[in-house]
């Protein structure tokens, strides 16, 4: 740490002397402090208002101060603050528990060097996680430039993963005489070479994926969408898009209309800022957050069953519509404010306001005006609602992604609880957002188990060894308000509040009532059905219920595979043996899924008697790029079937990975690149 920079320090602290003897010991030590002390709520908002402190140093015998509150008020600042709780002693639990409620570190009075190690570590952390936003905002801000040169360049340019075109500029599309880069997406780069050249093509190409050393340009003839060829040199570079490794080829220079840029800045339809130039608005103000600036918030707002909506109107009216809802929208803006199109039918709209209540005010009067308005499209009349979800912008959320993120949950959430709602995520009333959202989720779940609104769907799984019959996994979701949810939203709440096994049991029964159904139809089929822990438990008696189900359905053996994630197993291993034993006496057959991640999976199978063995997603991840995964997939299935365990690969995203699969020895492969998930027909 640069022994010139100044710490602002914020002391809560009862006694004006111990906060001195701190001070003291600092600027010894050569550190410069900028201090205030404050002993009460209000004079901490002060505080956190006017110095703007980079650190709070928390004395936790303060009495009518407790540790939660100060953390409230901190979080509630939007500023990144690191909080030091500094104690007479240090005691193990209590430590625990302040670092559970939030503290980011503990200094002992009694020993000043630990103390001063601490306050400068959190210091040095602070800054740094500051530097990473300014990095990451610059970031960006290069990537966004650089996308703005790639489409003003007269260069055709375009970008190729595998071999197949993932952006083009507008010079590369009108010299190969295309219109729309969609006739362009997915479309291998080989197309559109000469037959003459098509083989030192794709050997250039070959090198180039290998990390071989060769040459990085190519004389060559290029082929128009027509057909006719022209001469061209292909000059290569190796580049990323959205994070992807691929390479960037650059044909010839050919000149391009500069309205175009002008005119890329806009949405057809809507006449709002297009998601490109309103991704740019967002990031630069973020970049402003970073360094301070207040009052800027970004909502999301969608029209409300848009999808039903447009099935009525027809989609010939959707584009009519749409604009009409964006005038609305428009004519809610302030001067200052920014809306643009960020998805389909997602306009997200930046904010300049400086209080709560006039962003929750222009929120109402927005979606007053929408529900209040008909809109008339031709022979029709229709009216419509919005629902808007939003992320108060400060410097701790400070990050173009977290804040979409943070916009996106609450939008979401909105749209969950029945539509024409709002939600802002607002660290000062986190905890009382989050209780109500779980209430209402608790609800929804409640009525789902009541009033069957669950949905079942099945992935199949494929044998790679021409194994008899159909195998599919399947997958829950529930129907919420604006169309189906899938688990992880609802799960944890369930787990929560102990509804996990009694979801359990309807997916199982319903599941069983399907294969019953496909056994009459001459479909042998089975199942791979997700457990939660809840249902090992012997005060579940899941198995005893199973038994009953399966005998009233005289199913054979094997046809319900029940699976649980190998972490989970491990963290339960006594009931979830005993369970699986009880099960496999049944007749039943159990799979561990996520299987590799652990330090010696295999050690647990001396414990857990598992016939299916489904290989963790993480090595799946570009597999063809990675050796190494590819060789402990080997490894698994080698040991697998010397222990005659089936080995499953998930998440298979590309013909090339399935080949390599097939190498490796793996048994079945399910992804949604061999088939999407369908809707379990239950009775056939």
């Not at 993963?161 to 083009?168: I, L, P, Q």
């Not at 295309?178 to 050997?203: H, R």
């Not at 050919?254 to 949405?267: C, G, H, K, N, S």
């Not at 060789?631 to 990975?657: G, L, N, P, Y």
Request: aromatic letters at 6%; charged letters at 25%.
């Amino acid at each position: 740490m640069k022994t010139d920079s100044v710490i602002k320090i914020l002391f809560i602290e009862s006694s004006v002397e111990d906060a001195e003897q701190i001070i003291t010991l600092l600027r010894n030590a050569g550190t410069a402090v900028r201090p205030t002390r404050a002993t009460t709520p209000e004079q901490i908002q002060e505080a956190l208002t006017e110095l703007g402190p980079d650190l709070v140093l928390y004395n936790p015998a303060m009495k009518g101060l407790p540790l939660r509150g100060v953390m409230q008020q901190i979080d509630a600042s939007s500023r990144d603050i690191a909080l030091i709780a500094c104690v007479a002693k240090i005691d193990e639990q209590s430590v625990a528990d302040m670092f559970q409620e939030g503290v980011h570190g503990v200094g002992s009075r009694s020993q000043p060097k630990q103390l001063i190690t601490v306050i400068r570590r959190e210091f040095e952390a602070l800054n740094a996680r500051r530097q990473v936003r300014r990095l990451e905002t610059a970031l960006r801000e290069s990537e966004r430039r650089c996308d703005a040169l790639l489409d003003s360049s007269n260069d055709p340019i375009a970008y190729v993963h595998e071999g197949m075109h993932v952006r083009a500029n507008r010079s590369y599309l009108d010299t190969f005489g295309y219109t729309e880069f969609d006739d362009l997406l997915g479309l291998p780069v080989l197309d559109l070479i000469g037959p003459s050249d098509a083989d030192a093509f794709k050997n250039l190409l070959r090198a180039l994926s290998k990390g071989e050393k060769t040459e990085l340009r190519l004389e060559l003839h290029a082929r128009r969408a027509d057909g006719s060829t022209f001469p061209a040199t292909a000059e290569f570079a190796h580049a990323t898009f959205e994070g992807e490794p691929c390479l960037q080829i650059v044909f010839r220079r050919q000149q391009i209309d500069p309205a175009l840029v002008e005119q890329l800045q806009r949405d057809a339809v809507t006449g709002l800022f297009n998601r490109a130039r309103t991704l740019e608005c967002i990031d630069n103000s973020v970049a402003a957050a970073s360094e301070g600036r207040k009052g800027q918030t970004l909502l999301l707002i969608e029209p409300d069953n848009w999808a039903p909506i447009v099935n009525n109107v027809g989609l010939g009216k959707a584009d009519e519509l749409l604009a009409a809802f964006a005038r609305r929208v428009s004519a809610q803006l302030g001067q200052d404010d920014i809306a643009g199109l960020l998805a389909d039918h997602t306009v997200g709209v930046i904010l300049h306001t400086e209080t709560d209540e006039a962003i929750r005010a222009w929120i109402d009067d927005l979606q007053k005006a929408i529900s209040s308005e008909i809109f008339d499209l031709g022979t029709q009349s229709i009216t419509l609602t919005a629902s808007i979800g939003g992320s108060l912008l400060g410097e701790k959320n400070a990050n173009t992604d977290m804040l979409l993120n943070q916009a996106g949950q609450a939008l979401r959430s909105a749209q969950g609880q029945g539509g024409h709602r709002s939600e802002l995520h607002d660290p000062a009333a986190r905890e009382k957002a989050d209780a109500e959202r779980e209430r209402n989720w608790l609800n929804l779940l409640r009525r789902a188990l009541t009033q069957n609104e669950f949905a079942l769907y099945h992935q199949q799984t494929i044998s790679l060894q021409d194994a008899e019959g159909d195998y599919s996994e399947i997958l829950l979701r529930m129907n919420g308000p604006q169309g189906e949810v899938s688990p992880g939203f609802f799960m944890p709440i369930a787990e929560k509040h102990g509804l996990n096994a009694e979801i359990d049991r309807w997916v199982l029964n319903q599941a069983i009532t399907a294969l019953k159904a496909r056994d009459r139809h001459g479909i042998p089929t089975t199942f791979f059905v997700k457990l939660t822990p809840d249902s090992m438990q012997p005060q579940a008696n899941l198995l005893q219920w199973l038994d009953r189900a399966l005998k009233q359905a005289a199913l054979k053996h094997g046809r319900l595979v029940l699976e649980m994630t190998e972490s989970k197993v491990v963290t339960m291993l006594r009931p979830a043996q005993e369970f699986i034993t009880a099960w496999k006496k049944l007749g039943g057959y159990f799979a561990l899924e996520q299987f590799g991640s652990g330090l010696n999976s295999f050690q647990l199978l001396n414990h857990i008697d598992a016939d299916y063995l489904k290989i963790d997603r993480s090595f799946m991840a570009d597999l063809p790029q990675h050796p190494e995964n590819q060789k402990k997939i080997t490894e698994i299935c080698t040991q697998a079937h010397e222990m005659k365990r089936f080995a499953i690969a998930e998440w298979v995203e590309d013909a090339a990975s399935t080949s390599l699969l097939f190498a490796c020895g793996v048994d079945f492969v399910q992804g949604n690149f061999l088939q999407e998930p369908q809707p379990l027909v239950v009775n056939m």
